[in-house]
């Protein structure tokens, strides 16, 4: 069993109800049904990486809310991810955070801006990046859990909350998850990592 660490997050009791349906009530998923995020789940989840709990990874725009391994555990649990992708779910969320990036911006335009994580290294097929055929579509968990963790972290942490703060007049599908591996090995260009 791997050694626990303190969670500070809010903890929220749902007693006999469904835990699914009072993550909607709270308005915290993209719309889809969520993982509950149990302590056992979250600690699962930052047993795959030696890193403080409460380690700052930056604030998340359009309201700047702190994006701490923890709270990114939290969504990394509740979009479905494998505790195995989590060092790729932290460095898109550290992306995520860089202020060149601008969530601030991504997020209050009538637009239907998204980010779009593209992973490459030997982690992408370690953990099961969909690289081929498809790779925008669906059946491939990783791709999937992971990009969806980041438009969590965006609705969670940075509050971008639909008809709320998001003002995108039409919207776009892959506001729900929008990931994909970089195939290095058939690709007739270099690869990203060396512009």
Known sequence: MPQTVSLRSQR???????PVEVMYARGVTDGLPIVPPTEERV???LAAVNRDP???LGTVGPNYGRATIEKVAINA????????????????????????????????????ATPL???????????????????LGH???????????????????????PQEITKATM?????????VG?????SPWEPLHVE
């Open 12 to 18: 929220i009791q749902t007693h006999e109800e469904d």
């Open 43 to 45: 600690q699962r989840m």
């Open 54 to 56: 409460q380690e700052l």
């Open 77 to 112: 649990v509740m979009a479905g991810c494998h505790p195995s992708y989590f060092p790729v779910v932290i460095a898109a969320a550290s992306a995520l955070c860089d202020e060149k990036f601008n969530t601030h911006a991504l997020n209050v335009t009538t637009f239907s």
């Open 117 to 135: 994580a593209i992973i490459n290294g030997p982690i992408r097929h370690a953990i099961g990046v969909n690289c081929g055929h498809n790779a």
């Open 139 to 161: 059946g491939f968990r990783a791709n999937a859990t992971i990009g969806r963790t980041l438009r969590l972290l965006i609705i969670n942490i940075g509050g971008a909350k």
């Open 171 to 179: 919207g776009h599908p892959a506001q729900y998850t929008f990931c």
């Open 182 to 186: 970089e195939n290095e090995e058939e």
